[in-house]
């Protein structure tokens, strides 16, 4: 079977610190991170899969991870660093895990707010915001449920890219608050429909109408997320669109004891389950009618009869996955997939939040922020 050019195992994990940004030069006067405060930061930590996996790598990335941080948990950071920016915590971790094949380091400070450090000093930085509003998609056939007013608590992701070599601080959060607050006037309890640009309004458009907005201001900016729901939606990066669909299925796995991991005692050897968190990620040219890549609603209707084969089943009796395993589990519902929805272009698997495997293409969009709450 072809693999994707790029197969990634996830970990992650939370963190309770103080910290003081408060620095000359790092921050404006007044900010508020310069005053002592606190987070729950989450951790998170992705890792090149080489060709002898074993399905059990993301189990071993948490343990490493878990370990690093540990000593931070509950801690001042100032004591391990005179300037504990996200950027600079991220770094610290990047360099004590040490391992030349995990690719990307995320460190989330608040639920809306994170960054992913790639190779130590290539900042992904991202921001999220929300707002409510109302819309109608003019062009879908009749008695399409989205061809009626309806209305959405849609969410945007704003993601700037850029290198922040020996600094501290790449972009102020506070900078792109600044940027989007007068989007955020233009949108927030309005129908969008009823503005200039957006009078065909589905994620992708919105993303692109958000996009020519941002993008004269804020130079770094390298991609917009637009989620119609929690479970959809839509990124632009300037050239192209990508979409993705979540589902959540419960399933039983149980492992032999001859398994790599299972030299050691475990209880992975005994019946157990998860509620399992799928990201299919689409790539596909942009329907000049539709306004979109691919229907949400199509994608759930062909993705469907492979859900029901998976949800609520014992994995391990399903004689085409064998050994249910993360990746031969993502491997299986791939090899569907693509027979029956060519435009994937990656595939997200998690077993608990944040901890999962990643099979993705270079069309894939950007990583998305792994925990809403």
Not at 167 to 175: A, G, L, M, P, V
Request: charged content about 25%; aromatic content about 10%; proline content about 5%.
């Amino acid at each position: 079977m072809t693999r994707f050019l790029d197969h990634f195992v996830m970990a992650s994990a939370r963190f309770e610190a103080a910290r003081s940004v408060d620095t000359p030069g790092v921050l404006p006067e007044n900010h508020p991170c310069k005053r002592l405060h606190g987070h729950s930061f989450w951790a998170s930590c992705m890792q090149r899969l080489k060709n002898d996996v074993n399905g059990f790598e993301h189990h071993v990335l948490y343990q490493e991870l878990s370990k690093k941080i540990e000593s931070m948990n509950y801690s001042h950071l100032n004591e391990f660093m005179s300037i504990p920016t996200d950027e600079n915590l991220a770094r610290y971790i990047y360099e004590h895990i040490n391992d030349a094949s995990v690719s990307t380091i995320g460190l989330q400070s608040t639920k809306d707010q994170g960054i992913h450090l790639e190779n130590k000093d290539n900042i992904h930085l991202w921001k999220r915001y929300q707002f409510e509003a109302a819309h109608q998609l003019p062009n879908v056939k009749p008695g399409h449920k989205c061809g009626r007013m309806h209305g959405h608590s849609f969410q945007v992701i704003l993601h700037a890219r850029t290198s922040i070599e020996s600094k501290s601080i790449s972009i102020d959060y506070d900078e792109i608050d600044r940027i989007w607050n007068p989007i955020h006037q233009e949108v927030n309890y309005k129908c969008l429909n009823d503005i200039n640009g957006l009078q065909n309004p589905t994620s992708e458009l919105l993303a692109k109408w958000i996009w020519d907005k941002v993008k004269p201001t804020l130079s770094e900016l390298s991609c917009v997320s637009v989620y119609e729901t929690r479970s959809c939606g839509a990124h632009y990066n300037g050239d192209d669109f990508t979409i993705w669909k979540d589902f959540s299925f419960d399933s039983a796995v149980k492992f032999p004891k001859s398994t790599t991991l299972l030299n050691k005692k475990t209880d992975l050897e005994f019946i157990h389950g998860h509620t399992y968190l799928l990201r299919l990620n689409l790539s596909a040219p942009l329907n000049p009618i539709m306004g979109w890549t691919k229907d949400f609603g199509d994608v759930k209707e062909i993705f469907s009869p492979i859900f029901k084969e998976i949800d609520h089943r014992p994995l391990y009796e399903n004689a085409d996955i064998k050994n249910p395993t993360l990746i031969n589990i993502g491997n299986f519902i791939l090899k569907k997939v693509r027979i029956k929805i060519p435009e994937i272009s990656g595939l997200e698997l998690y077993e608990k939040e944040g901890i999962g495997i990643i099979l993705k293409d270079s069309q894939t969009g950007p990583l998305l922020p792994l925990t809403q709450t």
